[in-house]
């Protein structure tokens, strides 16, 4: 997978002052994977996360799972 063919996005809520992280779902369903990127350095690596692993992570968050990380 070449980041090229990647369309990367990021949340709209994402105005916190640049701890972002950007998501190309757009392989999700050809591979089952999520590739992770840090918004700051988007010619850095890329983490893939697995599509049910990323759901979670994300139901997590709309949870407040993590709000007192």
């Given at each position: 997978m070449?980041?090229?063919?990647?369309?990367?996005?990021?949340?709209?809520?994402?105005?916190?002052?640049?701890?972002?992280?950007?998501?190309?779902?757009?392989?999700?369903?050809?591979t089952g994977a999520v590739p992770v990127r840090d918004s700051k350095n988007p010619g850095g690596p890329v983490l893939t996360v697995p599509?049910?692993?990323f759901a979670s992570f994300v139901t997590g968050v709309k949870a407040g799972e993590f709000d007192t990380v």
């Open positions: 070449t980041t090229a063919s990647l369309r990367w996005y990021k949340s709209s809520y994402s105005n916190n002052g640049g701890d972002c992280i950007e998501v190309a779902a757009n392989h999700t369903a050809t599509a049910t692993a």
